[in-house]
């Protein structure tokens, strides 16, 4: 009877991360890709700017959170098979800044001066590709906005 016990937990655990990380996963409406956001972007429609490999969000880019017609909260870095490796999320309150740990970047208490400045670099190289994405699709404005970004999250860094 032991044994079976031994044997059920770890699958129950398994099956338990699991099914919360599959209620993690969004989708962009446009694309289809897939992604996890981070918690700090909140609950709306996501699109993702950047390449989509086997159905997911891959390399730098930025996940963009919709409040009807107005931009919300942003996330600037890069993913790994639609997860959030390390990189910045803009809001109304500031950044969020580090590595993706509990569903959303910047949880650690203390952040290694390093990784901070890994975050915003990746973070201004993502912003200046989604410059480059919206420069290709003749979006100018949107474009200059993007350089703009890249610009601000560049002097976070000096």
Known sequence: MKALIFLALPLTIATAA??????????DPASGCRFQAPASLTQGPTA?????????????????????AQAGAAFFGEMREGVPRLGVVEAEGGYRVGAFAQGDIGTASELEWQERLDAFRLAAQAARMVSDHYARAGNAASSRFYQSVAAQLE????
Do not use: K
């Open 18 to 27: 699991a099914q919360e990380a599959a209620r993690n996963w969004r989708q």
């Open 48 to 68: 993702w700017v950047g390449t989509c490999r086997d159905g997911r969000a891959e390399g730098l880019g930025m996940l963009r959170r919709r409040d009807g």
């Open 155 to 158: 002097q976070q860094v000096e």
